[in-house]
């Protein structure tokens, strides 16, 4: 029986090996594999830690509204000056949004 090609095989082409890395100083002197880390993946990292630090922390600083609503009851805010730098901060507030 005989078999005839389809296709005629495609030419092989020669390869060039890829360019090595050279080790970290403590991995060649040791004898072993090294791995680096780039600083964007440890800024990264960073970013990440920091991030999840703030995700942490409660968006209502339950003692600082205790703490007002105290204030509020002993009637602390109904002095004139007070009420006016509460006034101003809410504006400026308002204006930046």
Known sequence: ????????????????????????????SMGMD??????EAKSLSRKEKIESKIRAVPDVRVEKVREAKEKIAEGVYLQEAIAEKIAEKLAERIIKI
């Open 34 to 39: 090294g791995v680096s880390i780039s600083q």
């Open 1 to 28: 029986m005989l078999i005839d090609p389809i296709g005629r095989p495609k030419e092989i082409t020669k390869s060039t090996p890829a360019a090595k890395k050279e080790a970290a100083p403590e991995a060649k």
